[in-house]
């Protein structure tokens, strides 16, 4: 399944963010512990505007994994609410704009506006398109028992499970030790 270049974009951000929570990092730690690593992620990704690189900032990115990590697997009648609420808070003016390496594309905040308010506004962009395609239910919670990675399932039959190969290799030796006998 594909989707605009943008929305590819901007759901991996997004599913980046997800996955710096505890429950669903590699690393089993708050993957965004200060601002340091905060700027890490959004350079990783090639977020413009306004970036203050602060606790502050922080903290409202915070809210925002926590609110994307609930409205992740929500029924999709109930997600549009949730997603139509981000773009209320934010104040979402869609626009077309054209910078570094991407062709035209939508923003729907003013580069000087927060840095959550831009997350918002530009997540819920990209998953009203999920939304528009009815592909709601490729948006998953990794099917490993011990994590809780988010992952937006791209594939042709729509079968991946798994938010890394970690995850799945993890599961699939667990499985392979359990036909054999051992623990």
């Keep these: 399944m594909h989707f605009t270049p943008d929305t590819e974009v901007a759901v991996a951000f997004l599913v980046d963010l997800a996955n710096t929570d505890p429950g669903a990092s590699r690393s089993g730690e708050d993957e965004l512990p200060d601002p340091a690593s905060l700027t890490a992620l959004v350079d990783r990704h090639g977020y413009t505007g306004r970036f203050d690189r602060d606790a502050a900032e922080l903290a409202s990115v915070i809210v925002v994994r926590d609110e994307l990590r609930a409205l992740w697997p929500l029924p999709r009648d109930v997600q549009v609410g949730e997603i139509n609420r981000w773009l209320r808070e934010a104040d979402a003016t869609p626009f077309l704009v054209r910078h570094d390496r991407f062709d035209w594309h939508l923003h729907a905040t ?13 997540g819920a962009l ?4 999920i939304v528009r395609a009815d592909a709601t239910s490729r948006m998953r ?5 011990d994590c809780t990675g988010l992952l937006l399932d791209q594939s042709r039959n729509g079968s991946k499970r798994f938010c890394s190969v970690r995850c ?3 599961v699939n030796q667990q499985g392979f030790r359990e036909r054999m006998g051992g623990d």
């Design 141 to 145: 919670v990794c099917a490993a028992d």
């Design 110 to 122: 003013e580069p000087d506006a927060p840095l959550a308010d831009r997350m918002r506004a530009e």
């Design 126 to 129: 990209a998953l009203a398109e």
């Design 168 to 170: 799945g290799n993890r």
